[in-house]
Structure formats: C-alpha cells, structure tokens
C-alpha cells in the first residue's frame, strides 16, 4: 500500500501561547520539531477571529522547508491572503464563530456558487484546493463536479464514536468513510482525512487503502505535554505505518 502522509496541525501550540500573550510556546518551533520527528508537511487554521493562529505565524511556516496546508474559510479575506502567501495547500473549511472546533463538512451543494470561483482563484494560483466534507459518496460527486482535485474526509463522528466506546457506530462510520473515500478516488479525487484523531483511533482509517494523507492536531499536542511532541509525533506516525503493513 502507498505510504499515507501526516500533516501535523500545530493549532493548539497558538491556543497555549494566546493564553498567556508573548510568544511562548511558539507554532515555528512545534513545526520543526514536528518535521523532526516525521511529519511531512504542517497544517494550520487562520480562523477569522484569529483565536490561535495569527497572520505573522502563517508567514513564518510558509518560510520553513515543508509543505504548509493552510486551512481557512473560503472568504474573500482568507482567498487573499491565501494569494499573498501562497501555502503549497489550501484546504477549504466552514467556520462558524461560535463552535469550538469545525463541526462538520461544508456544505458543498448549497455553497456551489460561492465556492466554485474562490476553488478556481486558488487553483490558477497553483494552490492545491482540498475541500474539508462528510464522508458521503453523493458528496464526493459534487466536489469532483467542483473542480477540485483533493476532499479532507471529515473524521469527527467516527472519532466520537470511538471515543464513547460505540461498537456499531464506529463500525458505521468507519464504513462511510470506507466507501466515501473508494467513490471519491474512482473519481480521480485525492483522499485525506482528520478530525479528532487520536492514537487509539488513527489505525483503522489508516489502514483505507484509498488515503493518502491525514491531517491531526489536538491529540498531538494533547500527548505531548505528557511525552515530547517529537515522541506523540513519533508514535502517530508508528500507529499510521502498522496499520498500512
Ligand atoms: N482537518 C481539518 C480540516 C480541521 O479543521 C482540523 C481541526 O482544525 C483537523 C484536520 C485536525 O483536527 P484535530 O485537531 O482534532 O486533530
């Protein structure tokens, strides 16, 4: 089986330092440490209300030597500074200002009009657009009808299942995710995934056969107050590479 990236969101390294002001931690140093230890490219989220990370961070991740996935709501704003930056990789998000994390997948049916051109700006720009959506076949038609090459399988109910212990549901989600992530690459659509992925959680969705890329944040920050990030770094990308055996 081809080998399955890791895309380390160095979100929560912002939420630690905001806290206090000043600098410290700092999201450039948990990205290289992250490198360090395996991860091949990292991912942040510039939030509208710039809650963890902030403007002068994504100019310093994109001057580091990885590939940088920007994730950011597809607004003017964010397509602009998308543009100024230009992150190898853009990946498209809803965000509502009152969640605490993005809850779902967007909506890509009611939203075609407003996302089709914004898809179109990033990729003549050479960003490669992945568009973060439900695990859904008819989903995966209508993103491939959008044009854009990659879909982030949203993650989130099979991770909650998992953490409550939910046999039958996490078997449920696991195959949602399982044939979304078949449909879509029949469509020629490169397959990610993430959300709340933890190390319990991470080897059946790695083990798709179709996946080629996760994006995984709170758990790795999560285990690295305990462990090192380089060590929770480490072992996230030990759990993905067993379950590819
Ligand atoms: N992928 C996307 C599109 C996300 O929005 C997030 C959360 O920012 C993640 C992956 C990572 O989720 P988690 O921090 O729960 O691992």
Same mark, same amino acid.
């Given at each position: 089986? &081809? !080998?399955?990236?890791?895309?380390? *969101?160095?979100?929560?390294?912002?939420?630690?330092? *905001?806290?206090?002001?000043? !600098?410290?931690?700092?999201?450039?140093?948990?990205? $290289?440490?992250?490198?360090?230890?395996?991860?091949?490219?990292?991912?942040?989220?510039?939030? +509208?209300?710039?809650?963890?990370?902030?403007?002068?961070?994504?100019?310093?991740?994109?001057?580091?030597?990885?590939?940088?996935?920007?994730?950011?709501?597809?607004?003017?704003? @964010?397509?602009?500074?998308?543009?100024?930056?230009?992150?190898?990789?853009?990946?498209?998000?809803?965000?509502?200002?009152?969640?605490?994390?993005?809850?779902?997948?967007?909506?890509?049916?009611?939203?075609?009009?407003?996302?089709?051109?914004?898809?179109?700006?990033?990729?003549?720009?050479?960003?490669?657009? &992945?568009? %973060?959506?439900?695990?859904?076949?008819?989903? @995966?038609?209508?993103?491939?009808?959008?044009?854009?090459?990659?879909? +982030?399988?949203?993650?989130? &109910?099979?991770?909650?299942?998992?953490?409550?212990?939910?046999?039958?549901?996490?078997?449920?989600?696991?195959?949602?995710?399982?044939?979304?992530?078949?449909?879509?690459?029949?469509?020629?659509? +490169?397959?990610?995934?993430?959300?709340?992925?933890?190390?319990? !959680?991470?080897?059946?969705? !790695?083990?798709?056969? $179709?996946?080629?890329?996760?994006?995984?944040?709170?758990?790795?920050?999560?285990?690295?107050? %305990?462990?090192?990030?380089? $060590?929770?770094?480490?072992?996230?990308?030990?759990? @993905?590479?067993?379950?590819?055996?």
């Amino acid at each position: 089986m &081809s !080998s399955l990236r890791l895309g380390v *969101n160095i979100d929560h390294v912002a939420t630690v330092r *905001n806290a206090r002001g000043g !600098s410290m931690p700092d999201p450039v140093r948990a990205a $290289q440490e992250a490198v360090a230890a395996g991860a091949d490219g990292i991912t942040a989220h510039l939030r +509208e209300d710039r809650r963890h990370i902030r403007d002068a961070d994504i100019a310093a991740l994109k001057a580091l030597p990885v590939p940088l996935n920007l994730e950011m709501a597809a607004t003017d704003e @964010m397509v602009g500074i998308a543009l100024h930056t230009r992150p190898h990789a853009a990946c498209l998000v809803p965000e509502k200002r009152e969640e605490r994390t993005t809850e779902g997948g967007l909506d890509i049916v009611g939203g075609r009009e407003h996302l089709a051109p914004r898809i179109a700006t990033l990729t003549e720009a050479g960003i490669r657009v &992945s568009l %973060f959506v439900e695990p859904d076949e008819a989903v @995966m038609d209508a993103a491939h009808a959008l044009g854009a090459p990659v879909v +982030e399988l949203h993650t989130g &109910s099979y991770c909650e299942a998992a953490v409550a212990g939910d046999a039958p549901r996490v078997a449920h989600e696991l195959d949602r995710i399982v044939r979304a992530a078949a449909h879509g690459a029949g469509l020629g659509l +490169e397959i990610h995934a993430g959300h709340g992925l933890t190390l319990d !959680s991470v080897g059946p969705v !790695s083990a798709v056969p $179709q996946l080629r890329e996760l994006n995984i944040g709170h758990a790795l920050i999560a285990e690295a107050i %305990f462990v090192g990030l380089r $060590q929770a770094v480490h072992d996230m990308r030990a759990a @993905m590479d067993r379950a590819r055996r």
